[in-house]
């Protein structure tokens, strides 16, 4: 059974923390996501990777970073949170897909992160 | 540019049938994919579209017509536990290219 884990369901952070946020999966994928979901807003791309160590900006990387040390692990950093950063934080991972054939993306559980 | 559209929301009763329409316009086209998600979960996969057509699973259903950039979510029979959002969501490329997302429709389904 194909499964991505996310290190925490529920976070809860002060202004200015450095928090990380972990995602692995076993399904050796090599594509892995980070978005942030809000109400009325849907996901947003915050970084993705496609390979160890590459790293590619979403729609929204301000104020984030990445990294890709493994190939089955992948960490968002928030460097100084702030409060605009509350939200739910999902990790995904998708095959290398060549071709026809869609590349279906498999998703953590979330991390609802508060930022006091 | 990438742009999908979705309803925001739709009511429906118990038992009936809904339809929930995607309309898109992105770069490139490698499939379309929709997915469900409950109310503090993760998204799940529920069908995958790449050429013109219906794909029936069970209850679910999934069209796709590429000429005119449009895909629906069928839904019969309707349960309680259908209640959730449906995101709509295009491969625009193979590759490592993520997948461009709709905002998501949520649906109440009504006793």
């Known amino acids: 059974d194909v499964k991505v884990t996310q290190s925490s369901r529920y976070l809860v952070k002060r202004t200015g923390e450095k928090v990380f946020l972990e995602c692995v999966q076993d399904?050796?994928?090599?594509?892995m996501f980070w978005y942030r979901q809000d109400p009325g807003l849907g996901l947003r791309l915050i970084y993705f990777?496609?390979?160890?160590?590459?790293?590619e900006k979403g729609d929204i990387p301000e104020g984030y970073s990445v990294s890709r040390e493994k190939k089955e692990r992948f960490s968002l950093i928030l460097e100084s949170a702030s409060t605009n950063q509350t939200s739910m934080y999902l990790c995904?991972?998708?095959?290398?897909?060549?071709?026809?054939?869609?590349?279906?993306?498999?998703f953590g559980p979330g991390t609802r992160l508060t930022v006091l | 540019g990438q742009n999908i559209d979705q309803p925001t929301e739709m009511t429906a009763t118990e038992g009936a049938i809904v339809q929930i329409n995607c309309t898109y316009q992105t770069s490139g086209f490698n499939g379309l994919f929709w997915y469900q998600q409950h109310a503090g979960e993760a998204p799940t996969f529920l069908s995958y579209n790449v050429l013109d057509g219906l794909e029936e699973k069970g209850r679910f259903s999934s069209f796709l017509s590429r000429s005119k950039g449009y895909s629906y979510l069928l839904l019969k029979e309707l349960q309680m536990k259908d209640s959730a959002s449906y995101l709509c969501a295009v491969s625009a490329n193979s590759g490592n290219t993520p997948l461009v997302f709709g905002k998501g429709t949520r649906l109440s389904v009504i006793a």
């Open positions: 990777s496609y390979d160890v160590k590459m790293k």
């Open positions: 995904a991972s998708s095959l290398l897909v060549t071709g026809v054939g869609g590349n279906e993306q498999f």
């Open positions: 399904m050796d994928h090599e594509n």
